[in-house]
Nanobody, 122 residues
Framework: QVQLVESGGGLAQAGGSLRLSCGGS????????MGWFRQAPGKEREFVAH????????AYADSVKGRFTITREDAKNTVYLQMNNLKPEDTAVYYC???????????????WGKGTLVTVSS
């Protein structure tokens, strides 16, 4: 079965950096748009970033643009999210997502990881 497994979450100070990774198995990774979503306590899950097939293009939520970078390494079935200049409002569970189409909608995601917690202290 399809598995997406996130890693790299943890505690960071405001202004710091973290790098999230997501490894996929059970799917033809290169055929999927890969993305990251996040869900803060008491809030709905929201789009963070996605990257197209072969990494040709990427898109970001306005709240992270210029601070986060998404990349993919299809040979390793892995997608990354480099998060710089972290802010307390970035605190959330971050979910890896695989979709057959470019989308920022949670309802159009085909597969989800279980999430990794990122906590940013002020």
């Amino acid at each position: 079965q399809v598995q997406l497994v996130e890693s790299g979450g943890g505690l960071a100070q405001a202004g710091g950096s973290l790098r999230l990774s997501c490894g996929g198995s059970g799917l033809t990774f290169s055929n999927y748009v890969m993305g990251w979503f996040r869900q803060a306590p008491g809030k709905e899950r929201e789009f963070v970033a996605h990257i197209s097939l072969s990494g040709v293009s990427s898109a970001y939520a306005d709240s992270v643009k210029g601070r986060f970078t998404i990349t993919r390494e299809d040979a390793k079935n892995t997608v990354y999210l480099q998060m710089n200049n972290l802010k307390p409002e970035d605190t959330a569970v971050y979910y890896c997502a695989a979709s057959l189409r470019l989308t920022s909608a949670t309802t159009r995601v085909n597969y989800w990881g279980k999430g990794t917690l990122v906590t940013v202290s002020s």
